[in-house]
């Protein structure tokens, strides 16, 4: 009897799940996009389908198919499938699964797939207890991350793995999964009479973002929102937008996209393109990054990348930082667009970035050089007899020329670190 509640349990769930995890693909051919992962002629898809799995990592933003492919080797391999999350579990769970491996091999020669989701949340000590047994083959390991394993998994664990890169997914990818949910008569919206407007379709697929599970979830709730008129549903472009609420945008504050953005962010400013910048700039500030970090980085970039070239840069940006820290959001985001945009704008010069890199070259090789003699102070009679000071040039009794003397150490005599820019114009010949 418990038997069969558990089973009509299992199907009101099934029923009753969001539509994203009824329309899983369950083989390969249902599976759309990541061509050059689970393509025809592609390693993994040979492998899966020969059954000769090998440890991998599936690395890509939310909704891009990491876990669904996960679940469709499952389906496809004789070996027995063991799934762990990488939140949920501890490592005694791990243990416990490695435990059964061992034992499946050693009785059974069975192998055991172990799949483990959001495998970047495990530490340390999670990932090197999950090593040896990759490393034997008591396990082989499907890990799903959406954060840079180079940066998440232990370099022992990266080294025995294949890693497979899902990207973000293409308007046409999530066009042919949104059809299939309003054709699929079994876990869809087929033979329900709903009619997707072709605006709305657009919208669906452009502001989801790549993620599959994004645009399911805003269809969803768009048909929920929508009442049948005439025995049908018609979803319309306005219904999307407030389902979105507002479009996802893909930017964790602590994983690679902050780094990559704010790196594009840099690298615009520094190519002079104040419409780079400026995209950039929205890119993070509407994803909800602190314009206070924002704003720390124009300071450096004003002295790495401006310097001497134009000596406002520095004090406007710091003028910036002090704004954001004053006024706070919304507001300071004018300053900050204001700042950015004159950042881009001027004549850059890394002359000082480079100079000082070069003197730390050279401090790092001599180390304590002494002292020139005339450039030090001779406060006691003593310093005086030994030649402290001797010979010092005051440079306000000389001109440029006859108050030149040496100010390096001596055997860095001659050297030249700084290198000024070629041409110094005011920032309104950049615009």
């Known amino acids: 009897m418990a038997d069969l509640f558990d089973h009509q349990l299992a199907e009101e769930i099934g029923r009753s799940a969001p539509l994203a995890d009824r329309l899983r693909p369950t083989t390969l051919a249902e599976f759309v996009g990541q061509n050059d992962v ?16 090998f440890s991998l990592l599936l690395w890509g933003p939310p909704g891009t198919g990491k876990t669904t492919l996960a679940r469709i080797v499952a389906q496809h391999t004789k070996a027995t499938f063991v799934g762990l999350s990488g939140v949920m579990s501890s490592k005694d769970d791990l243990l416990q699964a490695v435990r059964a491996a061992s034992e499946r091999r050693k009785f059974k020669q069975q192998r055991t797939i172990l799949f483990v989701d959001e495998i970047h949340r495990w530490n340390k000590a999670q990932q090197d207890a999950l090593l040896p047994y990759v490393e034997n083959g008591t396990v082989t390991l499907i890990g799903a991350t959406t954060e840079n394993p180079s940066f998440e998994v232990i370099s022992p664990l990266l080294s025995r793995c294949k890693v497979f890169v899902l990207e973000r997914l293409q308007p046409e990818h999530l066009q042919t999964i949104i059809e299939r949910a309003l054709a699929d008569t079994v876990h869809g919206y087929g033979g329900q009479h709903v009619v997707l407007e072709p605006q709305a379709l657009e919208l669906l697929t452009t502001a989801s973002n790549g993620d599959a ?28 937008v407030e389902a979105f609420q507002k479009p996802h945008l893909l930017y964790d504050k602590k994983g690679e996209e902050h780094y990559n ?36 980085r124009m300071v450096v970039f004003a002295s790495e990348d401006i310097s001497v070239a134009d000596v406002h840069a520095l004090p406007l940006a710091v003028a910036c930082m002090q704004a954001c820290d004053m006024i706070g959001l919304p507001e300071c985001v004018i300053n900050l667009s204001h700042v950015a945009t004159y950042l881009a704008t001027c004549p850059k010069s890394n002359a000082t970035y480079v100079a000082y890199g070069r003197v730390v070259e050279d401090v790092q090789a001599t180390l304590n050089e002494p002292v020139p003699l005339h450039l030090r102070n001779a406060p006691t009679k003593l310093m005086k007899e030994l030649g402290y000071h001797q010979g010092y040039k005051y440079s306000h009794d000389y001109s440029a020329a006859e108050g030149k003397q040496e100010y390096l150490p001596k055997k860095l005599s001659g050297q030249r670190y700084f290198q000024p820019p070629v041409a110094h114009h005011d920032h309104g010949a950049a615009l």
Request: hydrophobic share 40%; aromatic share 6%.
């Open 261 to 296: 953005i704010i790196s594009a962010f840099i690298k615009s400013m520094r190519g002079s393109d104040p419409d780079g910048t400026l995209y950039w700039l929205g890119r993070m500030v509407e994803a909800g990054e602190d314009p206070l970090f924002i704003a720390s």
């Open 213 to 240: 599970r994004t645009a399911l979830n805003t269809l969803e709730l768009a048909y929920k929102a929508t009442s049948p008129k005439q025995g049908k549903r018609t979803i319309v472009a306005t219904t999307i």
């Open 38 to 53: 689970v393509g025809p002629t592609s390693i993994l898809r040979r492998a899966v389908e020969n059954d000769e799995l």
